[in-house]
């Protein structure tokens, strides 16, 4: 039975400072979202994973999912080719990304894969997709939210001006779990105010909100019944190989054991993210149980209280 679904797949080919090149690496919000979903259940057999791809997207391409026991019969294999980009690295480890094959712009980039869902991606409990800000994909939130779907969204970037209260409830109030990075959230209330953020989120109608701030790790609201609940949970301390995908991984994790509370789920994330931050793609197998135990325990054990 799947119970959490993830969406979207690119192809990365990374190329260090040095010019060695990996070519063909399984890459985008979706596999490392799904990646983290079934390094917090630990295992993959209720995780699935959505995209429109090419005839490119092979069982080679997803080993890492497959190894996971993660369902990707929600690829839909019709696309002439699966989104492509360049991702090269500078001696700073600084990160640029080019498009080879772009995806479809804007609010076409999961219809294909939202309309073609197996029906028994259908009735998941919870599903993970990114979107723009400005132009999100938010008719197909409502339907599966309505439907009684938990609906975590994320953005890739801020917006190109602050969104407007009609705009910032439409994308807030379509989904349970909203995570966009500091920097995104603050483009998009127009304040590098903590507090006029969180609470410009609470206004908008928002219910759990992921602030991700990369290194520092990630605070974490729940407005929820009307509360005013906030945590900070500190990143894993690990040695980082490559920042890409530790956000997906988190939102995975933090979806997966939502359930538990925003404490648990939290720790949970912090743990997902810490996996992916320690290699150049996507790591080849899920975490060993008592590692990634530790790492919870670690992870929850030196969270602190968000005070406005």
């Known amino acids: 039975m799947i119970r959490y679904v993830a969406f979207g797949v690119v192809i990365d080919d990374i190329i260090l400072a040095d010019g060695t090149t990996m070519r063909d690496r399984l890459g985008g919000g979706g596999p490392q979202t799904a990646w983290g979903m079934a390094a917090a259940l630990g295992e993959g057999g209720e995780v699935g994973i959505a995209a429109a791809v090419g005839a490119d997207c092979t069982d080679a391409l997803l080993a890492p999912l497959l190894r996971a026991g993660i369902d990707v019969s929600g690829l839909l294999r ?70 009684g779907a938990i609906i975590s969204l994320e953005t890739f970037r801020p917006p190109e001006r602050p969104l407007g209260a009609e705009a910032l409830r439409d994308l807030v109030t379509a989904c349970t779990v909203f995570s966009p990075s500091w920097g995104e959230a603050s483009a ?27 290194e520092q790790g990630a605070d974490v609201w729940d407005f929820r019944g009307g ?82």
């Not at 995806?103 to 599903?127: D, F, N």
């Not at 903590?194 to 908008?204: E, H, K, L, P």
């Not at 979806?255 to 925003?262: M, Q, S, W």
Request: hydrophobic share 45%; net charge positive; charged share 15%.
């Open 78 to 147: 019709g696309a002439p080719a699966t989104p492509r980009a360049w991702q090269r690295f500078s001696a700073a480890g600084e990160r640029s990304h080019l498009w080879q094959v772009a995806p479809p712009p804007g609010e076409t980039v999961y219809q294909a894969a939202l309309k073609a869902l197996p029906p028994h991606y259908r009735t998941a409990r919870a599903m993970h997709w990114g979107l723009h800000p400005e132009n999100p994909t938010l008719a197909r939130a409502r339907e599966f939210g309505a439907g």
């Open 188 to 214: 998009m209330i127009g304040s590098a105010d903590a507090a006029s953020v969180v609470c410009g989120f609470r206004a908008a109608g928002g219910q759990v909100l992921v602030l991700r701030r990369a």
């Open 227 to 308: 509360g005013l609940v906030g945590l900070h949970v500190p990143a894993v301390p690990v040695e980082v190989v490559d920042l890409t995908g530790a956000g997906n991984a988190f939102a995975g994790a933090f979806l997966a054991r939502l359930d538990d509370g925003i404490a648990s789920a939290a720790a949970h994330g912090a743990a997902a993210a810490s996996f992916m931050l320690e290699q150049f793609g996507m790591p080849n197998y899920l975490p060993d149980p008592q590692e990634f135990a530790r790492r919870v325990t670690w992870a929850q054990g030196r969270q602190s209280r968000l005070i406005l």
